[in-house]
């Protein structure tokens, strides 16, 4: 008798447990879609902030490359490119240049002895001279002067200027005593046309 007693009783205990846990759930009926929406508020607020994060992060991968210019698709030095354009064309290198225009080469400016100007495209993985085109509307009769009686070529000066950074371009300044005026990745520089000297730029300000 008294073990159907017990067993009435947790059965009537289960029976008023169940419609307690009933009766919460239908409570909870209106909370819950409100702590849905919150979790995936939140979810979405944590992607917004992760692409952000990586809107930033690529600005700055962006912003990096922009300082660093061009050299790091280049194999083939300032130098290099220099001496293969003057095996494909000679004369006088006044000039080279890694250009960044989507058909990446370096670019050297070569000056015949009549002052008839070249520019000799050189790949800048392999060092081979894929052509040279004349300039038909420029004269370097002025630049060949201005290189009288200096010692340093340009494929030197690239390769003296080599220490401070890749060098991207070599530039002859004949705007007073010739001087050879060289980008590196770290910065912009002087080289002395007869003693290879390096120095820093500094600004007019």
Not at 52 to 62: F, G, H, S
Not at 111 to 136: H, M, N
Request: hydrophobic content about 35%; cysteine-free.
């Amino acid at each position: 008798m008294k073990r159907n007693i017990v067993i009435a009783t947790v059965a009537a205990a289960a029976l008023i447990g169940g419609g307690a846990f009933a009766a919460s759930a239908s409570g909870d009926d209106d909370s819950a879609p409100v702590r849905g929406k919150t979790n995936v508020q939140t979810v979405a607020d944590d992607r917004d902030d992760f692409r952000d994060d990586n809107r930033r992060d690529d600005d700055r991968d962006d912003d990096s490359r922009d300082d660093t210019p061009r050299a790091a698709t280049a194999d083939v030095t300032a130098a290099d490119a220099v001496a293969a354009a003057l095996k494909h064309t000679s004369g006088t290198a006044v000039s080279v240049d890694l250009e960044d225009d989507g058909a990446d080469h370096w670019e050297v400016e070569v000056v015949k002895s009549d002052g008839t100007e070249y520019t000799v495209r050189v790949a800048p993985d392999t060092g081979k001279a894929l052509g040279a085109q004349r300039d038909d509307d420029s004269d370097g009769r002025d630049e060949l002067a201005a290189l009288r009686g200096t010692t340093v070529t340009a494929e030197e000066a690239a390769r003296a200027a080599a220490a401070k950074g890749t060098v991207v371009e070599v530039d002859l300044d004949d705007d007073g005593p010739a001087v050879w005026s060289v980008e590196t990745t770290q910065g912009e520089w002087t080289v002395d046309a007869k003693t290879s000297t390096v120095t820093q730029e500094r600004d007019d300000d």
